[in-house]
């Protein structure tokens, strides 16, 4: 067995350096113009030409590393495969953070960063990809009845009898459940599928006679019980699974930690908790690519803005963020110096209902900035936000401090997450739209926000902004 396993992490270790070799050297073919070495697949990792073989080494075998400590070197089938792929993407962010750090601490000069940054997402293109196959192939080879395992469930209930059909369901876990032990029920012709074996108190007999593997405890109504059981299973080498006591009654999942000795299951939201970090990670690797992609696009800008009118590049503007947190939204400025000294005066010809401010001729836009609003090209500076954790790039816009203090609590449920770039508002009419409806499309994002929805989103906003309609 343990030679078994020790040759299956072997194996994985093996693919995953093959794939991170792959990554790296396509990354550096695509790019060979920056590349300042002899590029070879065969020794481009250990030739001495090559100046950065030692970052990439130190990359490969932290990532390693961070795969290894998230438990990725093993087939777990009872964890889903969305899970396994997030926990390859948050490997390899872990590992090229390191690597970064050591770059710059080392002073090592010259190193591409499109290289950089192109193997990063082949890298984790790669390592989900085979995993994703390894997967499909583990589920075909254990519905097909290898290294399946006997399991008894205790407690004939509604949630074992639950219980015992999800696992039918899923083939791939290679659980066969022989039958139920329970002290207050027995076999009713009515009820084929529930098979009892017997009473708990019969646990040993029946473990050995049917060659279990796995129990899953399913009721509570007896520490003593309870802790026999776990000494027998423990005797007879068998796993023991809880299902946790009130679980039906909660939403989402439970966390597991550890408060010094002592083992703590919390009755959390976890879906929550997954989907606002699977939003933050598509967040940071999209804002870093803009970031590198828009650098020469944004000093033109600045330049521009410079050569049009006095003041500086950048308009701070204080706004609430999830929570009401506050933080300082960067925009490029497209009006005139002090502008909102000027905004009393103004405030009675907005043309919008609601705590917003909109007028389609504001004396105090300049000229470029008129160019910059009609395309949206005045938000681009809160990639930088984005990159800070201020914002997402999808998401409610922030309104203004002294704006949103004026509307009633209607509009706080916007606050249960973080502001974006874009949004429905942006898709649907951008500065044309009334507030009353900008705040019924932001709740209905957030009730119904999912990974595709915002790519959605980004899609969609791409050809508004062209079109520059609505903007002002």
């Not at 710059?104 to 950089?116: M, Q």
């Not at 776990?230 to 009654?249: C, H, Q």
Request: charged share 20%; glycine share 6%.
């Amino acid at each position: 067995m343990r030679f078994r396993t020790l040759i299956i992490k072997t194996t994985y270790l093996i693919i995953d350096l093959c794939c991170l070799y792959l990554a790296i050297y396509l990354s550096c073919l695509m790019r060979q113009k920056l590349i300042l070495f002899p590029l070879s697949f065969s020794n481009f990792l250990v030739g001495e030409t090559n100046p950065f073989r030692f970052v990439f080494l130190f990359w490969m075998f932290t990532t390693v590393f961070f795969l290894s400590s998230n438990n990725l070197y093993q087939t777990r089938r009872e964890v889903q495969e969305g899970i396994e792929i997030w926990l390859v993407i948050k490997s390899v962010f872990s590992a090229s953070f390191l690597t970064i750090v050591a770059i710059y601490v080392l002073k090592i000069h010259n190193f591409p960063r499109t290289v950089f940054m192109n193997a990063t997402l082949g890298i984790i293109i790669l390592l989900s990809l085979w995993r994703v196959a390894k997967r499909v192939f583990v589920e075909y080879i254990v519905s097909h009845g290898y290294n399946n395992f006997n399991a008894l469930i205790i407690g004939a209930g509604k949630i074992g009898i639950a219980l015992a059909q999800e696992i039918r369901k899923r083939p791939g876990l290679g659980i066969k459940v022989i039958g139920f032990l329970d002290d207050f029920k027995a076999n009713t012709a009515d009820n084929s599928d529930v098979k009892i074996l017997g009473k708990i108190s019969d646990f040993t007999d029946i473990a050995r006679r049917e060659f279990i593997n796995k129990i899953f405890i399913t009721i509570h109504h007896d520490s003593g019980a309870f802790l026999k059981l776990l000494e027998e299973a423990k005797e007879l080498g068998v796993t023991v699974r809880v299902i946790p006591e009130g679980f039906d009654m909660t939403t989402g999942d439970f966390l597991k930690y550890n408060i010094g000795f002592i083992p703590v299951l919390e009755y959390v939201e976890e879906q929550i908790l997954r989907r606002h970090t699977g939003k933050r990670t598509f967040d940071l690797f999209i804002s870093l690519i803009a970031i590198v992609i828009l650098t020469p696009v944004f000093l033109l800008i600045g330049i521009l803005i410079k050569l049009d009118s006095y003041g500086p590049i950048f308009y701070k503007s204080k706004r609430y963020g999830r929570k009401g947190k506050f933080f300082y939204m960067y925009k490029f400025r497209s009006m005139v110096r002090d502008a909102d000294k000027v905004m009393p005066l103004l405030r009675s010809q907005s043309e919008v209902d609601g705590p917003i401010f909109k007028m389609k001729k504001d004396p105090r836009i300049t000229r470029f900035g008129s160019f910059l609003r009609r395309y949206s090209l005045d938000e681009l500076p809160q990639i930088l936000n984005v990159l800070k954790g201020d914002m997402s790039l999808v998401g409610p816009r922030p309104l203004p401090i002294d704006q949103m203090e004026k509307e009633d609590l209607r509009q706080l449920k916007r606050l249960e997450i973080q502001p974006g770039m874009t949004g429905l508002w942006q898709i649907r009419g951008r500065s044309d739209i009334s507030f009353s409806r900008l705040l019924k499309w932001d709740i209905w994002y957030i009730n119904n926000w999912s990974f595709w929805l915002d790519i959605n989103i980004l899609l969609q906003t791409i050809p508004v902004v062209l079109r520059g309609k609505g903007a002002y």
